[in-house]
């Protein structure tokens, strides 16, 4: 399968409010319902517009092998998304940054009229200090932490929590802020999902297969899901 580049990511903020945005960053090997489900109850939870998917090219922190080509996993992100206020893009391979400090300080500079949260799983809590420059990114954007089964007390010993811990704002308070200021910690609990990637990985092996040749090439090539001015409802092709 071609690894074929996702479409360049555009974004047009005439005479739009400041929108409420979400960055959900991830392999997403393959994209499944955990994701979406987490998403739409974080943009529940705390008042967003939206939440983006960026679906990485590599990660640092993560082996090579068993990775799906980017394009498959981006076409996989675009499935899951449908119908919902999602935005899928692989916008790290065009601009070129392979760390979340480096990602979220471009995206800030491009998109100045958003204001952005990172989400991120409670696994992700547990190995945050191993991250680059992770203290730059607690004082960039506010941290949405979402609960994931089996890591409650992992993540309170955990050294970017007791950080964290001290910023700590509820999800309500944090819903009616005016304006964002970072450092913040919201801690988002609700029903636990036991799906994981690799669990589908393990049960269907060959799930890029589903995204190969024409498929792939409509949903990346073709559909504007990126640029805000062609598509002002996310996902809802």
């Known amino acids: 399968m071609t690894d074929r580049p996702p479409p360049p990511f555009h974004a047009s903020t005439t005479g739009r409010r400041r ?3 979400g960055l959900l960053g991830g392999s997403f090997n393959p994209a499944h319902g955990g994701h979406r489900r987490i998403s739409l109850f974080a943009i529940d939870a705390l008042g ?3 939440v983006w998917w960026l679906v990485s090219p590599g990660n640092p922190l993560k082996p090579k092998e ?30 070129g940054t392979r760390y979340t400090v480096d990602t979220i300080a ?6 100045s009229a958003h204001e952005f949260v990172w989400l991120m799983g409670s696994d992700n809590l547990v190995t945050f200090h191993k991250w680059r420059a992770w203290r730059r990114i607690v004082w960039s954007v506010p941290i949405a932490v979402i609960a994931r089964p089996g890591y ?3 993540t309170v010993a955990s050294p970017a929590a007791a950080m964290l811990r001290r910023f700590r704002v509820d999800p ?19 029903d636990p999902d036991a799906r994981s990637a690799t669990a589908i990985r393990a049960g269907a092996p060959d799930w890029a297969a589903d995204y190969r040749d024409a498929a792939l090439r409509d949903q990346i ?5 990126t640029d805000f001015s062609i598509d002002p409802e996310p996902g809802s092709a």
């Open 106 to 111: 471009a995206l800030q500079n491009r998109f």
């Open 66 to 95: 068993g990775m799906a080509p980017l394009a498959a996993r981006y076409a996989s992100a675009v499935a899951q998304s449908r119908r919902a206020p999602i935005r899928v893009t692989a916008i790290e391979r065009e601009l």
């Open 172 to 190: 309500a308070q944090f819903r009616k802020r005016g304006e964002w200021s970072a450092p913040i910690l919201v801690t988002l609990r609700f």
């Open 152 to 154: 409650e007390m992992a």
């Open 19 to 21: 929108r409420r945005v």
């Open 221 to 225: 090539t073709h559909r504007p899901i």
């Open 48 to 50: 967003l517009d939206e």
